[in-house]
T-cell receptor, first 112, second 113 residues
Framework: DTGVSQNPRHKITKRGQNVTFRCDPISEHNRLYWYRQTLGQGPEFLTY????????KSRLLSDRFSAERPKGSFSTLEIQRTEQGDSAMYLCASSFRSAEAFFGQGTRLTVV | AQSVTQLDSQVPVFEEAPVELRCNYSSSVSVYLFWYVQYPNQGLQLLLK??????LVKGINGFEAEFNKSQTSFHLRKPSVHISDTAEYFCAVSLSGTYKYIFGTGTRLKVLA
């Protein structure tokens, strides 16, 4: 078990382009979370999956954002038509029937 | 709605001195409480957690925290800090059911030689 894995670690993209991030949770963890962390702030909740079902989405998650978790395993977070305000660290976490979540190393997105 | 307040954005302290990082929360329902540490360009590492039971919780790297329900606080303490403790520390609450986290804005601990 290597923990929660996120790819890529860093992404630089031009404004208006689409980007996709991947998160591989700890195997058999049924819950998966996405958070966004901007500079100098704490992580903010974006969305949450239990198995393959997306059960909650934050109002922070605009229509340009979409997340999936096919087959209840890995998850992807896509941002369409990126804006400079999307620049942030995107963190993925997973858990199994408990309140304790394990975080990945994050994907740092820079929109230029 | 739930919220977490970390009163100190930065805390400088000399090596081997004690430190306390403050965390207060607001919630109308029972929550679970956590402290995470984040090193530059890294994810979050769990220091300790309060789920139930004893209000004094011991974590990794010599850290401990005390849950105070009447004051809605969960302050983090370490009796003697090291240079390697320099990092950002986040307090968080987790809601029963979804277990999603609500984080504070973080406290930057800087340990001085």
């Amino acid at each position: 078990d290597t923990g929660v894995s996120q790819n890529p670690r860093h992404k630089i993209t031009k404004r208006g382009q689409n980007v996709t991030f991947r998160c591989d949770p700890i195997s058999e963890h049924n819950r998966l979370y996405w958070y966004r962390q901007t500079l100098g702030q704490g992580p903010e909740f974006l969305t949450y999956f239990q198995n393959e079902a997306q059960l909650e989405k934050s109002r922070l998650l605009s229509d340009r954002f979409s997340a999936e978790r096919p087959k209840g395993s890995f998850s992807t977070l896509e941002i369409q038509r990126t804006e400079q305000g999307d620049s942030a660290m995107y963190l993925c976490a997973s858990s199994f029937r408990s309140a304790e979540a394990f975080f990945g190393q994050g994907t740092r997105l820079t929109v230029v | 709605a739930q919220s977490v307040t970390q009163l100190d954005s930065q805390v400088p302290v000399f090596e081997e001195a004690p430190v306390e990082l403050r965390c207060n929360y607001s919630s109308s329902v029972s929550v679970y409480l956590f402290w995470y540490v984040q090193y530059p360009n890294q994810g979050l590492q769990l220091l300790l957690k309060y789920l139930s039971g004893s209000t004094l919780v011991k974590g990794i790297n010599g850290f401990e925290a005390e849950f105070n329900k009447s004051q809605t606080s969960f302050h983090l303490r370490k009796p003697s800090v090291h240079i390697s403790d320099t990092a950002e520390y986040f307090c968080a609450v987790s809601l029963s059911g979804t277990y999603k986290y609500i984080f504070g804005t973080g406290t930057r601990l800087k340990v001085l030689a």
